[in-house]
């Protein structure tokens, strides 16, 4: 058995056992294995997340449960890299976010045309 095979059966293990734990699935289902390093001091997973903040959320609350669920199928010593891989369609995100972005700034410049709250119903009441 490959180590993708094995870090496919850890996935399935920890969504299983964490099932009613919608935060944890959504933050550990896009992680995937790049490789095994094998070093003197034993092996080094390295394990991909889509974002700064995917690396530090399971750095703070799952980094312990996969190290046991690794445990389990590696008796040597071993120790976990969290990299940052950006998705290979991130094109089509970036083209998404634009348009977003694009929409967001007519919207804004809309707003500013034709003001909200008129000065009269802004100004404080002075005997307040």
Same mark, same amino acid.
């Not at 092996?43 to 799952?62: D, E, R």
């Given at each position: 058995? +490959?180590?993708? !095979? /094995? ?5 399935? =293990? ?5 099932? *009613?734990?919608?935060?944890? $699935? ?34 703070? +609350?799952?980094? !312990? /449960? ?5 445990? =389990? ?5 071993? *120790?976990?890299?969290?990299? $940052? ?44």
């Amino acid at each position: 058995m +490959n180590f993708h !095979e /094995i870090w496919l059966q850890i996935k399935q =293990s920890i969504i299983a056992k964490n099932s *009613h734990n919608q935060p944890l $699935i959504m933050w550990f289902d896009p992680t995937n294995l790049e490789e095994v390093l094998q070093q003197n001091d034993g092996c080094v997973f390295k394990i991909s997340v889509p974002t700064a903040l995917h690396q530090y959320w399971i750095s703070q +609350n799952l980094l !312990e /449960i996969i190290s046991s669920e690794i445990a =389990s199928f590696c008796p040597s010593p071993f *120790h976990i890299d969290l990299i $940052i891989v950006k998705p290979e369609n991130t094109a089509v995100i970036a083209a998404v976010e634009q348009g977003a972005q694009d929409s967001r700034l007519s919207s804004d410049r809309s707003a500013r045309a034709t003001p909200v709250f008129s000065p009269a119903r802004d100004s404080l009441n002075p005997e307040y």
